[in-house]
């Protein structure tokens, strides 16, 4: 017979187990978009795919330990919908503050001899790569306190982008496995955007630059390796030495809508014809055989900017007419040395 004392027997057993994946569930949660692997299930399969592409056995078991942790924060801002909070005018008075014109300046004169340098070799002026410097991490100082890998490891394993980050995290394993930064020093955003210049791994390394020839390309700690590398990613992606990101231009009455958009690009005479002036109310400048677009990142009543092909590399960047006109902003402030008001 079915005795009472097996069936209190039969219960504890299954809430013991019961529990007991509850229990380890809590400790290694699996996402909602990853699969059914937990986190050490996970690292285990990532570190024996590492070797297999390469990486040694040793940076693989360094940089992915048993006592690695999902890290819940990079997780909450994954999730979290990104929100327009700001306009366009309230972007660029943030972004293009005097304060940071101010400081541009101050560090383009400290490091003019190889911002010179670099420009030269690459073909891109110095006030842009001190521009993007200034935007991505305020000329160096704020760069991000996540550790990379850790960072790449948890997107990864959670499973929304799962492709995406983990080949930039094999890509930071090699660049962890060719020296040029030590893993618990491989710090940025909560994303995988590295260093002074905030490249992704995979952008580190297609464009990092070894400019001062130590054998490391450092773009955390060593400025001439950060602004060669900005100057090669612009000039690898097609940037115009001498012809100017774009001005501010005034549009006349009656402009049809549907000109306004970098996929119109059209002839300097067409639009001089179509009577846009500039900021000024003269006509256009006609810089060489240029072709440019009509951007109004702020949207329709705000400022209308002529922007060029450069324009279109500084968006291969940063996908964002907000961020490539500020871009261009800045770096003309910095050039001219003169106070400006930003937003007229």
């Not at 996970?42 to 570190?47: D, I, S």
């Not at 940089?63 to 005018?89: C, N, W, Y």
């Not at 501010?248 to 067409?270: A, Y």
Request: glycine fraction near 10%.
């Amino acid at each position: 017979m079915f005795a009472v004392g097996d069936a209190v027997r039969g219960f504890f057993l299954v809430f013991g187990l019961v529990f007991g994946v509850v229990a380890l569930s809590l400790v290694h949660p699996s996402p909602a978009g990853a699969a059914s692997k937990t986190f050490p299930q996970f690292l285990k399969q990532v570190r024996a795919e590492a070797m297999s592409k390469g990486i040694s056995r040793q940076t693989a078991e360094a940089a992915l330990p048993d006592s690695l942790r999902p890290i819940p924060r990079v997780l909450e801002l994954d999730k979290k919908q990104p929100e327009k909070t700001r306009t366009f005018d309230q972007y660029v008075q943030s972004i293009v503050s005097q304060v940071r014109v101010d400081q541009g300046r101050s560090n383009f004169s400290r490091n003019s001899s190889v911002l010179n340098s670099v420009a030269e070799t690459y073909g891109v002026e110095p006030q842009v790569i001190v521009a993007l410097w200034g935007i991505e991490t305020n000329y160096g100082k704020n760069t991000g306190g996540f550790e990379i890998i850790p960072a790449l490891a948890t997107l990864a394993w959670d499973g929304r982008r799962e492709a995406f980050f983990k080949d930039e995290l094999f890509k930071a394993l090699k660049i962890v496995d060719e020296g040029h930064i030590h893993i618990h020093d491989m710090k940025g955003s909560w994303a995988g955007a590295m260093g002074q210049s905030q490249f992704m791994p995979s952008s580190f390394l297609r464009f990092a630059q070894d400019y001062n020839n130590d054998g490391r390309r450092d773009i955390w700690n060593t400025t001439s390796d950060v602004f060669a590398s900005a100057a090669n990613y612009l000039s690898q992606s097609g940037w115009k030495k001498g012809q100017p990101w774009g001005r501010e231009v005034k549009l006349p009455q009656g402009f049809d809508r549907k000109l306004i958009g970098l996929e119109q690009h059209r002839s300097l005479q067409f639009w001089h014809d179509l009577g846009i002036r500039s900021s000024s109310g003269k006509g256009v400048p006609f810089e060489g055989a240029y072709y440019a677009s009509i951007v109004q990142p702020g949207g329709e009543g705000t400022v209308a900017y002529m922007v060029y092909d450069n324009y279109k590399v500084i968006m291969k960047w940063n996908k964002s007419t907000y961020f490539a006109t500020a871009v261009g902003l800045l770096s003309d402030r910095v050039h001219n040395g003169k106070p400006d008001t930003l937003i007229r």
